[in-house]
């Protein structure tokens, strides 16, 4: 039973103001306390905004308004806690977002009798060792990017899985994805479509020196690593496209399957390969 929703809303977008009227009186009519966001409560003067990490705290369910970027944030603050989320899409390719906003009424409807299905998406955990301390810990929905700054050199890697040696990258950088993220930076820059359900992790360079380096495809079950082994103080470790770290030469990123996953939810008319050829024109 849903008692209290939490609603996380990207800023600036003129269409949110009347769609959160409508989720609200929808909320008010059956007794379900909200939890708003700050942009969400600027919208619509709901009181009692809170930062955007803490929206999901004691929610039985979250509701983005927005797109994959938004989403992604959101899945950072409910972190390892697995609260559905329910993804209204607000315009862009929204890959993630498995709502539109006039699907919403009837999304609602089939969350409250329980007629949906939960689409349960890997997440990555990572580290950032040097000389021997872990400086930064994050967690990822799409990916994790070892890159350069725009004006670096190429950069220097090695990459490992479970301790055996892969190849070197002398690149811009290189993505780590998960299947969620295989529709995101790393199919930009050549890799594979993943399908959501597959469990696995993949490497891909991002324009390699020498055009033979080509994306990894490893099983989720593996330990990856990857050495800066040249390069300057300009270099990043970069969360999803929106937190990350300085990295320096030497630094090792380690990345694995975290032990939760996120889930959202997915309407049951909805497939993923529907959601491809519409979204990448097929």
């Known amino acids: 039973m849903i008692q209290r929703v939490g609603i996380v809303s990207k800023p600036g977008h003129a269409d949110i103001p009347p769609l959160l009227r409508q989720l ?5 009519g059956r007794g379900i306390a909200v939890r708003a966001d700050e942009a969400t409560a ?10 955007r990490a803490r929206v999901a705290a004691g929610c039985d369910l979250v509701i983005v308004l927005g797109g994959d970027g938004t989403l992604l944030s959101a899945a950072r603050g409910v972190g390892d806690a697995e609260i559905p989320i329910l993804a209204v899409n607000m315009g862009g390719l929204g890959f993630m977002m498995t709502t539109s906003p006039s699907e919403l009424a009837v ?22 060792e040097r000389a021997g301390e872990t400086v930064g810990s994050f967690l990822a929905l799409n990916d994790i990017v070892v890159t350069k700054a725009a004006v670096a050199r190429l950069l220097h890697l090695q990459a490992y899985a479970d301790g055996e040696y ?117």
């Not at 609200?24 to 008010?28: C, E, F, H, N, Y």
């Not at 600027?42 to 930062?51: E, K, Q």
């Not at 495809?217 to 300057?232: C, H, M, N, T, W």
Request: with cysteine; glycine share 8%.
């Open 24 to 28: 609200t009186t929808w909320l008010d």
């Open 42 to 51: 600027a919208y619509i003067d709901l009181p009692g905004g809170v930062a």
């Open 107 to 128: 999304a609602l409807e089939d969350v409250a009798q329980g007629n949906y299905d939960l689409d349960s998406r890997m997440v990555l955990a990572a580290q950032v």
């Open 166 to 282: 892969i190849c070197a990258y002398h690149s811009d950088g290189l993505i780590v994805s998960t299947p969620t993220g295989s529709t995101a930076y790393s199919l930009a820059a050549g890799g594979p479509v993943m399908t959501p359900a597959v469990s696995a992790i993949c490497l891909t360079p991002i324009c390699p020196h020498t055009i033979s380096k080509r994306s990894v495809v490893l099983p989720a079950a593996a330990r990856i690593e990857v050495k800066v082994s040249g390069g300057d103080d300009n270099n990043f470790l970069s969360v999803d496209g929106q937190v990350g770290v300085k990295l320096k030469p030497n630094d090792r990123v380690r990345a694995w399957k975290a032990d939760h996953a996120v889930k959202i939810v997915q309407p049951r008319n909805v497939r993923f390969f529907d959601v491809l050829r519409t979204k990448m024109g097929w």
